[in-house]
């Protein structure tokens, strides 16, 4: 069963969208299964999320328009880099994408990682391969990587950022990046003090380059920081 709020929100996208979709029947319960694979493993603060970025909408609907109808689909697609501030709902909007795809039908192998989750899972650890947990990540056919530049830089990050960016920009992989980051360093005169922290200045030229040609880069959230309850 769909959740009402889901159910509105698929509705008017598709309104919005022009996109048709035949939901109606359901052989085999495909598309009850996808929803409830999702649901459940929608971290408990964001199981209401909802996409509501209109440049995310209108990524969301070229993906939906080419993905078979009930199907394991997402094929190869642009990505998207969403920037702002803290609090602002990034990681709200990524989650909603996940939701709203399962309820147009596409069940999607999706990944959620932050930065800093996406290193741990590559630390030497008895028992686990890490080639294993860079395929499981690298190779999602979904993937929201969260909270780019938040995690602390070393040669080793540098390298594992790289070859997950570059695994992914190879193999044309949608993804979803968020950073709190600005898009360009900001320009300084010389001797003045370090701006603020930029993608390139945190990620490295070679990883900021492959982000911009992959991900479409839409409008910045703003606004107060909704954790502060001043929204
Ligand atoms: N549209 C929304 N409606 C209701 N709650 C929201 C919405 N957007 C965000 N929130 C809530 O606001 C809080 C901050 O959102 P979120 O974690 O997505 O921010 P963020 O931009 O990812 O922040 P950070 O950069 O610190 O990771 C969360 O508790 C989230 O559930
Ligand atoms: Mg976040």
Redesign the pocket.
């Known amino acids: 069963m769909i959740n009402p709020e889901l159910a509105e929100w698929r509705d008017k996208f598709l309104r919005n969208t022009g996109l048709e979709l035949d939901l109606s029947s359901d052989p085999g319960g495909f598309y009850d299964e996808t929803l409830r694979l999702t649901e459940e493993r929608v971290p408990a603060?964001?199981a209401r999320?909802?996409a509501?970025h209109p440049d995310l909408l209108a990524w969301m609907a070229a993906a939906v328009y080419q993905a078979p109808p009930r199907g394991l689909g997402l094929g190869p697609s642009e990505s998207v880099l969403l920037l702002?501030?803290?609090?602002?709902?990034?990681?709200?909007?990524s989650f909603g994408v996940v939701r709203g795809f399962a309820a147009c039908g596409l069940r999607v192998k999706w990944r959620h990682v932050t930065q800093a989750d996406y290193y741990a899972l590559l630390r030497p650890r008895h028992g686990i391969d890490p080639e294993e947990e860079f395929r499981g990540v690298a190779g999602a056919r979904f993937l929201i990587m969260?909270?780019l530049g938040a995690a602390k830089e070393s040669e080793w990050t540098e390298e594992a950022l790289f070859r997950l960016v570059d695994y992914r920009y190879r193999e044309v992989l949608p993804t979803v990046f968020?950073s709190?980051l600005l898009p360009v360093a900001p320009k300084r005169k010389p001797g003045a003090p370090e701006g603020p922290p930029s993608l390139p200045s945190v990620l490295g030229e070679r990883v900021t380059s492959r982000i911009t040609e992959m991900a479409v880069q839409v409008d910045p959230?703003d606004g107060p920081d909704?954790?502060m309850g001043t929204a």
């Open positions: 603060r964001f999320a909802l509501t702002g501030p803290t609090g602002t709902g990034k990681t709200w909007e969260d909270d968020t709190n959230l909704r954790r």
